[in-house]
């Protein structure tokens, strides 16, 4: 298995412009988020699913596209980048009814993004 | 909203010494986890410990334990005989229910040196 994987590693992008921030995973789980890293800030929530077709919102939605059309994919979309979402962005995963494991939450590499 | 405080930001203990990193959270469930995460310049997220509310008992990981003190809310991590490697930022982290489904709340973490 390759885990949690996330593309690209670094991004830099010009304000106002838009991407997407891949994640995939091929554990089977069902539930998958998206963190936020900042200095002195921990991880915060952006979005998450507990399964294909199902999205919530976290703590710091705004700015921020999600959908989860298959269990393996959880794309995060910047609709229109700004400086403040300059971050490093995480994904992550847990629930697999295969192996019972409920409380382990598996996490990407993350993603460098800096918006000028 | 459930929420997790980490009080040291930083924190530094000599090669082979113990330390003791503190943790505190809020909530109204009865049925949740702790986490402590550690992660190293590599970014990478690694589970280092966790506790099932409803187990009395402190869980352990070699040189690793937590002190859990339910009614107090409080779950510190001690780490033994502190080695060069153990220098990272320290993450607690919350999640409520056991179903494997909710998200992590973390702590804004504790930056560990450690001193030869």
């Known amino acids: 298995n390759a885990g949690v994987t996330q593309t690209p590693k670094f991004q830099v992008l010009k304000t106002g412009q838009s991407m997407t921030l891949q994640c995939a995973q091929d554990m089977n789980h069902e539930y998958m988020s998206w963190y936020r890293q900042d200095p002195g800030m921990g991880l915060r929530l952006i979005h998450y699913s507990v399964g294909a077709g199902i999205t919530d919102q976290g703590e710091v939605p705004n700015g921020y596209n999600v959908s989860r059309s298959t269990t393996e994919d959880f794309p995060l979309r910047l609709l229109s980048a700004a400086p403040s979402q300059t971050s490093v962005y995480f994904c992550?995963?847990?629930?697999?009814?295969?192996?019972?494991?409920?409380?382990?939450?598996?996490f990407g590499p993350g993603t460098r993004l800096t918006v000028t | 909203a459930q929420t997790v405080t980490q009080s040291q930001p930083e924190m530094s203990v000599q090669e082979a010494e113990t330390v003791t990193l503190s943790c505190t959270y809020d909530t109204s469930e009865s049925d949740y986890y702790l986490f402590w995460y550690k992660q190293p310049p590599s970014r990478q997220m690694i589970l280092v410990i966790r506790?099932?509310?409803?187990?009395?008992q402190n869980a352990t990981e070699n040189r690793f334990s937590v002190n859990f003190q339910k009614a107090a809310k409080s779950f510190s991590l001690k780490i033994s005989d502190s080695q060069l490697g153990d220098a990272a930022m320290y993450f607690c982290a919350y999640r409520k229910g056991f179903s494997g489904n909710t998200p992590l709340v973390f702590g804004k973490g504790t930056r560990l040196s450690v001193i030869a």
């Open positions: 506790q099932e509310a409803y187990k009395q």
């Open positions: 992550a995963s847990s629930y697999s009814l295969r192996t019972g494991k409920t409380y382990e939450q598996y």
